[in-house]
Every structure is written in C-alpha cells, then in structure tokens.
C-alpha cells in the first residue's frame, strides 16, 4: 500500500511538475510578447506623436497657404480694379484727344482759311505793286541807270529741266547798246529772306537767260538794315510811293 501511494504520489507530482513547467513555459512566452508589444506601442506612440506634429506642421502650413491664398485674392482684386481705373482712363484720354483731333482739324482749316486769305491779300498787295511798277519804272530805271525799257509785264520762265520760275516783272532793254534784262520782284514788307530768295531766283534765271540781267525790288516798307543789305547784293529797292504819278493815290 505504501508502493502503490507512493507510486501515485510520484506520479502526480511528475504530473504537477510537468503542468507547472508547461504553464511557466506559456508564462514566459506571455512575457516576451508582452514586453515586445510594449515595444511596437511604444514606437507607435512615437510615430502617432510625429504623426500628429507632422499634421499640425501640415495644418499650419495649410492656414499660411489659405492666407496667402486670400491675400493673392485680394491683390487680384485689387488689381482688377485698377486695370478697370486705368481702361476708364484711357477711354476718356480717347475721348479728350479725339476732341482735341477735332479742335486742332478745326484750327487747321481756320488756319489754311487764314493763309489763303493772307495770301490772297499778299498777291492783291504784290499785283498793286507790280502793275505800278509797269508804268514807272521805265522812267525810273532811264532816269538812274540809263536804261531803256519798252515795255515790263509778268512772265513764266520754263527751263530745260522741266523747272519753271514765275516773274513779277520781265521786261527787255537797252543800256548803252547791251541788251539788257530787268527781273524784279514786289513784297509788301521786305525781309533779308525776301532778299535771299530773290537772289537764288537771280541765279537760275542769269544761268538760262545767259545776258545781264538787271534785278530790281518792290515794296511798301523796308527796313534800312535789310536795304543796306539788298544793295550790297546789286539789288536796286524801288518804295512804293516812287512808282506813282503825280496823280495817282496810294489804295493800300
């Protein structure tokens, strides 16, 4: 009997034994996977953490971007509205120079309107002046320069080159038994550019005439500058008042 108990004893306890071993064994296991997922939470908690710094980083950076955003927006805004100050501007710049277009095509025409008045009252002034000078400058050029002169009238020279000068006066004579040609020219106030044109106007006609030529000028009034000047050029200046008669009235 006491084989048999302590036969049974021994094995219970061999089977304890081996329970117990079995279950630290699992207890173990238990542990080391414990302690392992400790570990991955642990790291999870970390990367949970710079997850949730990341997105407040992202947040962040989302808010400076949606207020960036709004500013862009604005400044658009902005700009669109001075793109429209401008427009509007330039339309009435369009405006005011088309209106001043309109003034100065206005001042324009009053003005070519003016000129051709002037003009017209510069060639009656000159004709005047010319259509004396028929009459009296005969008497005037025998009496200075013994020159005798038949008759005087207006002339168109054409040359070979297909150029053409108008005359005032042309007229042909004789002094001292040369021929001679009496070119003149009337303005109604002589200038040293009248002067100057003249003798340009000299010069071509002495080239196609190829005889002397005797120029004379006429006018209403002359400064005694620019009749020095004319003199000095071989210009003989006639006044108005000696081209006419004992009878004859000045008009103008």
């Known amino acids: 009997m006491p084989d048999i108990l302590n036969r049974v004893t021994s094995e219970v306890y061999k089977t304890i034994i081996t329970i117990v071993d079995d279950r630290v064994s699992e207890i173990k296991a238990t542990r080391q996977d414990f302690d392992e997922l400790k570990g991955v939470v642990r790291e999870l908690a970390e990367a949970q953490k710079r997850t949730e710094t990341r997105v407040e ?13 709004e500013e862009l927006a604005d400044a658009q805004k902005r700009t669109e509205t001075r793109v429209e100050e401008l427009t509007d501007a330039q ?10 277009t309109g003034e100065v095509r206005s001042l324009t025409r009053s003005h070519k309107d003016l000129q051709k008045q002037v003009g017209g009252i510069s060639h009656t002034i000159g004709y005047t002046l010319e259509d004396r000078s028929y009459h009296a400058l005969p008497g005037l050029l025998k009496r200075d320069f013994g020159i005798e002169v038949k008759e005087l009238k207006r002339r ?10 108008e005359l005032n ?15 003149g020219e009337g303005k109604a106030q002589l200038g040293r550019r009248d002067v100057d044109a003249f003798i340009r106007l000299l010069k071509r006609v002495r080239a196609f005439l190829g005889d002397e030529v005797f120029p004379v000028m006429l006018t209403y009034m002359v400064h005694p500058k620019v009749e ?25």
């Open 57 to 69: 980083e992202l947040t962040d950076a989302q808010k400076r971007t949606e207020t960036r955003v």
């Open 228 to 252: 020095s000047y004319a003199a000095e050029k071989g210009l003989k200046v006639y006044l108005s008042y000696e081209l006419l008669s004992p009878t004859q009235t000045d008009v103008f």
């Open 156 to 165: 168109f020279l054409i040359y070979p080159n297909g150029g053409e000068d």
């Open 91 to 100: 339309k009435r710049t369009e405006n005011s120079l088309e209106k001043l």
């Open 169 to 183: 006066v042309y007229g042909e004579g004789l002094r001292s038994d040369r021929k001679v040609y009496i070119v």
